[in-house]
């Protein structure tokens, strides 16, 4: 886990002002507190404006706590470090060692002692979130869903009028290998789901595929990260939040502060 902390020596600056440092201690708590929230909200941004299609990945493994009093953590858990701290081109490892958005499902063990893990494909993302060949995708199912009179994001309702819950459509699209090594068609096996979230009640609607990755395919030069230098540099999204919010606390928030009592 990567993590950006802030920890100010609140006493040492507020001890120059005699019998107010009290009320200076206050104020620079609060300005380290409003600081770390800038942070927060300025990593997000940057995941934002420079991820593109993995911008959810990252944000969603973002964290912000305050760990003791006066001491914030702006951390990045395991999730996206690979955003984070980049990779190499190789076989997708990670899929069948940690928890991540892609890899939902759990990490399971064949009859012939290889792991292996079903991998959920959401074609029902916002564009900003997606590839140019996932949209190239996304636009033929919406093609193809047309064609079939099945609405791609409208939720469908049945006869009471409350929406449909599961599995509601499952077909294949004829549609091109992305890769001579690929078993399947990308669109093989759509899926279409509608699901409540049992703490809001909202239901969404997901357009899936799936697809199996196992310990074998790494032989069979299957699931291979592409040579992407932009991946294998790493966003370092972190650093660049981190020399941010050392200018801002020098340049605004702590002269904004002792601005009061001078």
Aim: hydrophobic share 35%.
């Amino acid at each position: 886990m990567a993590d950006l902390k802030f920890e100010i020596n609140i006493d040492e600056v507020a001890s120059q002002f005699g019998e107010i440092r009290n009320k200076v201690a206050k104020d620079l708590k609060n300005g380290v507190q409003s600081l770390a929230t800038m942070t927060h909200a300025k990593t997000l941004e940057l995941a934002t404006t420079e991820l593109n299609s993995v911008s959810k990945i990252y944000k969603d493994a973002l964290e912000f706590q305050e760990i003791e009093e006066g001491v914030w953590v702006v951390s990045l858990n395991s999730k996206a470090m690979w955003i984070e701290e980049g990779r190499k081109t190789g076989f997708m490892e990670e899929l069948l060692t940690v928890e991540s958005p892609e890899s939902k499902g759990k990490i399971k063990t064949s009859k012939d002692g290889k792991k292996y893990r079903v991998i959920p494909f959401e074609h029902s993302k916002k564009p900003s979130e997606q590839t140019k060949k996932a949209k190239e995708l996304t636009d033929q199912i919406r093609k193809v869903l047309k064609e079939k009179k099945i609405p791609y994001k409208k939720l469908e309702l049945g006869q009471d009028g409350s929406p449909k819950l599961g599995l509601l459509h499952k077909f294949d699209i004829n549609s091109a290998r992305i890769k001579e090594s690929h078993k399947d068609e990308p669109l093989k096996g759509i899926a279409i789901y509608q699901k409540k979230d049992e703490a809001t009640g909202k239901v969404s609607r997901d357009v899936m595929t799936f697809r199996v990755i196992s310990e074998k395919h790494k032989d069979e030069g299957k699931w291979i990260y592409p040579d992407n230098a932009k991946y294998a540099q790493g966003a370092k999204l972190m650093d660049k939040a981190f020399a941010w919010a050392l200018i801002e606390w020098e340049q605004t928030v702590l002269p904004d502060i002792m601005s009061k009592y001078e």
